[in-house]
């Protein structure tokens, strides 16, 4: 047992520590890499321990309700050790955060509330959140030396009625977890809903190659899969059609105002963090888990000039030093789409697909680290 004196404190004997195995992420390695190598460092190092491995898309979030969220709330120490993507991630945060907010009229409430930590072992394609946070270049080692865990900054996507959740590779559709204001007997059509991220928002190229490749047979291919996929869309040529507004961080007035791009775009993309890849740095201002949002906004280029700008992205993140790419520290977006297409009105959250109605409209907003609108529902070890 003496080994225990030097875990860290997410690790110690004191805690509840749940491993989670998503088994359908990236290449599909969670399992082995969970046999092999995980199990070991935990056991050499009498860790004991919880594990829960995937049957569906909706386990982690199913988990998320039954367990992670009663324990916060009966004040249990939780260490949630994740082996998957960053849709794991937003998982969890999406789960305990519309719940959370759904219940904050309640009387009932507990007033404790105690945030579970996110050990991220990245199994994901892309896995931003853990490149960007330090993490992914040896999470075990990152997971016995880190600083104490950090909150996680967080924002909310509100999405017109109607909006549906992209499910079973593009076939079928969902309801979103949150639908505002709605009852339990009311149509979800009628009523705004909403979702929670930790990492990324995007409406164009980005959100449009996260959906069309998002099938087993594109992850077979890994990361090549994201390129594969921009191929193939910038073949289309497509410009996107609609509003962006936007809220401007130095701006206090909290008013939407037009971003002033026009009606047509190629690239929108607000982010948490700092890199979509290992070296893909689509925001290099940003610090890990530092709390700013980031938009990266590419007017109606041609594809091969979208191409070598987000080429230049790969270079430390040179591409933001561009005169066509507007990059700038924000609070919020707001887009109202002006596409008939679903395909063209495609939103993504955290790798997470969302297909508003026509005509609609979708607002991202930052939450804050504290104060009335303040939620940060778990800490990640970085």
Same mark, same amino acid.
């Given at each position: ?35 092999? !190598? ?13 594990? $829960?491995? !995937? ?27 994740? +082996?998957? #993507? ?14 959370? *907010? ?12 105690? %945030? ?8 994901? !394609? ?35 009625? @109607? ?27 009628? /009523? ?23 099938? !087993?047979?594109?992850?077979? $291919? ?10 193939? +869309?910038?073949?289309?040529? $497509?410009?996107?059609?609609? %509003? ?7 701006? @206090?007035? @909290?008013?939407? %105002? ?6 047509? /775009? ?8 700092? *890199?979509?890849? =290992? ?7 940003? %610090? ?5 949002? $980031?938009?990266? /906004? ?18 430390? #993140? ?17 887009? =109202? ?21 026509? #005509? ?13 609108? #303040?939620?940060?529902?778990? =800490?990640?070890?970085?």
């Amino acid at each position: 047992m003496a080994a225990a004196i030097h875990l860290p404190l997410h690790l110690r004997s004191d805690r509840e520590v749940h491993v989670v195995i998503s088994i359908l992420s990236g290449q599909r390695k969670a399992q082995q890499y969970y046999d092999e !190598t995980l199990k070991p460092f935990l056991d050499d190092r009498e860790i004991k321990h919880s594990t $829960h491995t !995937t049957k569906s898309a909706k386990t982690i979030s199913e988990l998320t309700t039954s367990l992670f969220l009663p324990n916060a709330v009966k004040g249990v120490k939780q260490t949630i050790i994740l +082996l998957s #993507g960053d849709g794991g991630v937003v998982d969890i945060v999406d789960t305990l955060t519309s719940v959370l *907010n759904r219940s904050s009229n309640d009387p009932r409430l507990p007033s404790v509330f105690i %945030k579970p930590v996110i050990a991220l072992v990245p199994m994901g !394609t892309a896995n931003a959140l853990a490149w960007s946070s330090r993490v992914a270049g040896d999470p075990l080692n990152t997971m016995l030396t880190s600083s104490p865990p950090k909150s996680l900054p967080t924002f909310q996507a509100r999405f017109s009625p @109607g909006a549906r959740l992209v499910v079973d590779e593009g076939r079928g559709r969902d309801a979103l977890a949150a639908a505002a204001a709605a009852s339990e007997d009311d149509d979800d059509d009628d /009523h705004e809903s909403i979702m929670y991220g930790a990492v990324v928002f995007s409406w164009g190229l980005h959100a449009s190659l996260v959906g069309l490749s998002d099938t !087993t047979e594109y992850r077979r $291919h890994g990361l090549q899969r994201f390129r594969m996929a921009a191929e193939q +869309l910038l073949k289309d040529d $497509h410009k996107y059609r609609g %509003k962006v507004k936007w809220r401007k961080a130095d701006d @206090g007035s @909290g008013e939407w %105002k037009d971003l002033g791009a026009g009606l047509e /775009h190629s690239y929108v993309l607000a982010s948490l963090v700092s *890199n979509l890849e =290992e070296t893909f740095q689509i925001s290099p201002a940003t %610090k890990p888990v530092d709390g700013t949002l $980031h938009l990266v /906004h590419i007017g109606p280029e041609p594809a091969s000039e979208i191409m070598r700008i987000l080429g230049m992205a790969y270079q430390s #993140g040179q591409h933001v030093t561009d005169p066509k790419v507007t990059y700038e520290d924000i609070e919020g977006l707001r887009i =109202e789409f002006d596409e008939d297409d679903e395909q063209w009105r495609l939103i993504c959250v955290d790798g997470k697909i969302i297909a508003p109605a026509k #005509g609609g409209w979708v607002e991202m907003t930052k939450i804050p680290a504290s104060g009335v609108d #303040g939620r940060r529902v778990v =800490e990640l070890v970085c």
